[in-house]
C-alpha cells in the first residue's frame, strides 16, 4: 500500500503561480510513475503531467506552463504551476502507479487539494 497527501493548493490570481506538494509513504519502492491529475466541477479527471524514472509527459494545455518533478530522497512528487488560468480551476490528485507482476498497475490517490485561479 501507498499513502499520498497533497498540500499546496489555494487561491491565486490569474498569471500567478502555485507549487503543488504531494507525500509519499508505505511501500514507495514499489511506485513506476506518479502524476497529477485534475478534476473540474462537472467535468471528468484529466491528467495533468506524469513522470517516471526517464521521462515526463504533459496534457496541452499546460505544456511549457507547469513543471512535475520530484525528490526521491523525500518520497515528494511536485507540480509548479506557473501563469495561471482560470481553466486551470479544479481539485488536483496525486496518482502512484505501482506495477503488480501480473500486468496489471495498482493505483494510489491522494485526497486532493483545491486550486482556484481568479481572473
Known amino acids: 500500500q501507498v499513502q499520498l497527501v497533497e498540500s499546496g493548493g489555494g487561491l491565486v490570481q490569474a498569471g500567478g503561480s502555485l507549487r503543488l506538494s504531494c507525500a509519499a509513504s508505505g511501500n514507495t519502492i514499489c511506485i513506476s510513475a506518479m502524476g497529477w491529475y485534475r478534476q473540474a466541477p462537472g467535468e471528468k479527471r484529466e491528467l495533468v503531467a506524469a513522470?517516471?524514472?526517464?521521462?515526463?509527459n504533459y496534457a496541452d494545455s499546460v505544456k511549457g506552463r507547469f513543471t512535475i518533478f520530484r525528490d526521491n530522497a523525500k518520497n515528494t512528487l511536485y507540480l509548479q504551476m506557473n501563469s495561471l488560468k482560470p481553466e486551470d480551476t479544479a481539485v488536483y490528485y496525486c496518482?502512484?502507479?505501482?506495477?503488480?507482476?501480473?500486468?496489471?498497475?495498482?493505483?494510489?490517490w491522494g485526497q486532493g487539494t483545491q486550486v482556484t485561479v481568479s481572473s
Open positions: 513522470i517516471t524514472n526517464d521521462s515526463t
Open positions: 496518482n502512484a502507479v505501482c506495477p503488480t507482476g501480473y500486468g496489471i498497475n495498482s493505483h494510489y
